[in-house]
């Protein structure tokens, strides 16, 4: 499977963006999609993820302000961006796992697949 994002750009803090990401080369129904992000300086962390039945999570520092979704008819993945903060700066990455191991993302574990990364910039 290809991963491909877009919709990364520069907003102030307060403000909104969307970013989207394609999955390509027939994606196996056995993967489940999410976000990554790396600020400057830092790790990669996930910051969304769907589970197997659709539920999606959420990291702390974006939960209430980020809303993970799909279209699945356009295998299509997207991220809402609300309410940006200076510290949600970084290369956000789409990202691609089996859904049995997926849910391991939030303590510590790699995706299988990566795109390539959009840059989201929030400042004054």
């Known amino acids: 499977v290809r991963l491909v994002e877009s919709g990364g750009g520069s907003a102030q803090p307060g403000g909104s963006l969307r970013l989207s990401c394609v999955a390509s080369?027939?994606?196996?129904?056995?993967?489940?999609l999410g976000w990554f992000r790396q600020a400057p300086g830092k790790q990669r962390e996930a910051v969304a993820a769907f589970d197997d039945d659709d539920t999606p999570y959420y990291a702390s520092a974006v939960k209430g302000r980020f809303t993970i979704s799909k279209d699945n008819a356009r295998n299509t993945l997207y991220l809402h961006l609300n309410k940006l903060k200076t510290k949600d700066t970084g290369t956000y990455y789409c990202?691609?796992?089996?859904?049995?191991?997926?849910?391991?993302?939030?303590?510590?574990?790699?995706?299988?697949?990566w795109g390539q990364g959009t840059q989201v910039t929030v400042s004054s």
């Open positions: 990202v691609a796992d089996p859904c049995s191991t997926m849910r391991f993302v939030w303590i510590g574990s790699t995706p299988r697949t």
């Open positions: 080369g027939n994606p196996s129904s056995g993967d489940c």
